[in-house]
């Protein structure tokens, strides 16, 4: 098992800057890609940004491409999401997630989530 708590959501104006952390706990962190998704209200979840195990591969979704990075620190058993030029659009529950796989981009590839963390982007 893997337990994944995330933090640093929090209430911003557009065109601000948050990153979000997701510490782990568990297996060993370094075995598993992560990744961050998110999910706005009557919206399904989606795929935001994915990291592999080393950190030497990553991938994002179009719409956060250029604005958000992720990265991780394995010695800490974190991972983070570094969002600039926050849009109103991305108002969401943001969600991490841990895969077995080298990398991943779709939610049926994640073994193990977050709680999630409220990131509301105000205009």
């Known amino acids: 098992q893997v337990q994944l708590v995330e933090s640093g959501g929090g209430l911003v104006q557009a065109g601000g800057s948050l990153r979000l952390s997701c510490a782990a706990s568990?297996?060993?962190?370094?075995?598993?890609?992560m990744g961050w998704f998110r999910q706005a209200p009557g919206k399904e979840r989606e795929f935001v940004a994915t990291i592999s195990w080393d950190g030497g591969l990553t991938g994002y979704a179009d719409s956060v491409k250029g604005r958000f990075t992720i990265s991780r620190d394995n010695a800490k058993n974190t991972v983070y999401l570094r969002m600039n030029s926050l849009k109103p659009e991305d108002t969401a529950v943001y969600y991490c997630?841990?895969?077995?796989?080298?990398?991943?981009?779709?939610?049926?590839?994640?073994?193990?989530w977050g709680q999630g963390t409220q990131v509301t982007v105000s205009s």
């Open positions: 997630a841990a895969s077995r796989r080298n990398i991943a981009t779709i939610i049926p590839e994640y073994d193990y």
């Open positions: 568990g297996r060993t962190f370094s075995n598993y890609a």
